[in-house]
Structure formats: structure tokens, C-alpha cells
């Protein structure tokens, strides 16, 4: 899964999209920065994202989850993140 372009973030990977535009109830990525279960959160540790973040988070995906042009070019070579 990435989320680092803009096709990706739509498309998903092997548990689905994971954010569903005008939906953050039924996006994949708010469950996971809401999660208390150390299996499903995101990020998986380190800090979490603040009230503010998710808040933030929310109000974009239910706004639509769009992507400025410039924005939404992205390196298209993969890194390991985790």
C-alpha cells in the first residue's frame, strides 16, 4: 500500500482503498489512526497522530479527499518505509 500517490491512495492495496471520499466513517485510513490495537494502527509505533491530525484527516476525506495537481505527481520508485 501507498500513500504517497494520488492513484494509490484510491486505489488501495490488499484490504481495499483506504479512504473513501466524503466517507472518513468508512475509510480504512481513519479506523487505522484511530485504532487502540497495537496490530491495526497506524503509524504501526512511534508517536501518533494528534486530535488535531485526525481531525484534519477526517475533514478531508469527508470533504472529498482531493488532491492538488501539483501534488499528486509523486516519486514513482518505492521505498521501504517500515
Do not use: C, F, Y
Not at 44 to 60: H, V, Y
Request: charged letters at 30%; proline letters at 9%; aromatic letters at 2%.
Amino acid at each position: 500500500l501507498r500513500l504517497d500517490r494520488a492513484a494509490d491512495l484510491l486505489r488501495g492495496g490488499d484490504s481495499g482503498a483506504p479512504v473513501e471520499p466524503k466517507s472518513a466513517a468508512k475509510s480504512l485510513l481513519m479506523q487505522r489512526v484511530r485504532s487502540q490495537d497495537a496490530d491495526d494502527r497506524m503509524p504501526p509505533s512511534g508517536d501518533r497522530l494528534t486530535p488535531e491530525q485526525i481531525a484534519k484527516l477526517a475533514a478531508w476525506i469527508d470533504s472529498g479527499a482531493t488532491i492538488p495537481a501539483d501534488l499528486a505527481a509523486a516519486p514513482s520508485e518505492a521505498n521501504e518505509h517500515w
